[in-house]
């Protein structure tokens, strides 16, 4: 039986794929903070009819990653796949946000994925097998306002990926690692979040359900594929990011209002501690939230809307060239 951990997933999108995979037989480890919801979620995940390990563990603390694996592996046989989703967050503007509250983001946000993705490779790379999934963000592609701290270790998984990926091609690794690029999703996250702005957060829309996250991972291990960019607006952000950044920039400085609520209280959130609240997927979203379990896009599909554009071009200059040679004729008499 294959064995999937799942980090942040006492909640919102990491108990969304946890369930997924323990709907589909596998054996599930869930790694989170609070013990209280994480007894939640296991019990959630266990309806499924298949082993779950739930254990609660910091993953800013990379030797409590790695005593992690090592349970999983010892308890569950193996480890088959890794998804490195937990996260954290500090709404605020950036000069707002104290060093050690960019310290804290980066280790819970992009450090965690590191020491994930190295406990799962100890595994791993025994076997010559496995999927590591990191789950990062369309704000790791074009950046966001009052999210500075969130943005910049989203954009480091990136870095370390594609530099890690490049060894494991190196060494003819059959580990594959997969970079999933989500959009706004109707999570708990924003009321635990820490908040600076005096205002409630508000997600734009569109507004996807975390189910369609998971359906994306869960695909990232069936099918691993290089990136994979979930949602109309993940694909909107990286098209203008590449094409037209200064646009995109002034778009973003105009959402600021609209990305906040009514006023509010500031809110240490869960920066540094847990917060109560039940192990539940969704957020508050209601009617606002897309329900699609299938938007989303591989970069194998990209590929091939490249490759069908690029014949398109060639297809299109061809039949000028022939219609220029064939009226050249004319125009000199």
Known sequence: MKTVVVTGASAGIGLAIAERFASAGWQVAVLARDEARLTQATAMLERHGGRVLGLPVDVADASAVNAAADRVATELGGIDAWVNNAMSTVVARAHEITPDEYARVTATTYLSQVHGTLAALRYMRERNRGAIVQVSSGLAIRAAPLQA???????AVGGFTDSLRA?????????????????????????????????EQVLPDPLFDPRLCAEAVFSAVEDPQREIWVGRSTVMMAIAQVAVPAYADRK????????????????DGNLDATVRGPARIDGEGGSRTIRSRHEFLTSRQLDLIKAGAVGGLLVAGAAARSVLRRALPDLRR
């Open 149 to 155: 701290a969130y943005c910049g270790a989203k954009a």
């Open 167 to 199: 060894e494991l091609i190196a060494d003819r690794s059959a580990v594959t690692l997969t970079v999933v690029y989500l959009p706004a999703v109707d999570t708990p996250q924003p009321g635990w979040a820490r908040n600076r702005t005096g205002r």
């Open 252 to 267: 973003a400085a105009e959402m600021i209002d609209s990305m906040q609520g009514a006023p509010m209280p500031a809110r």
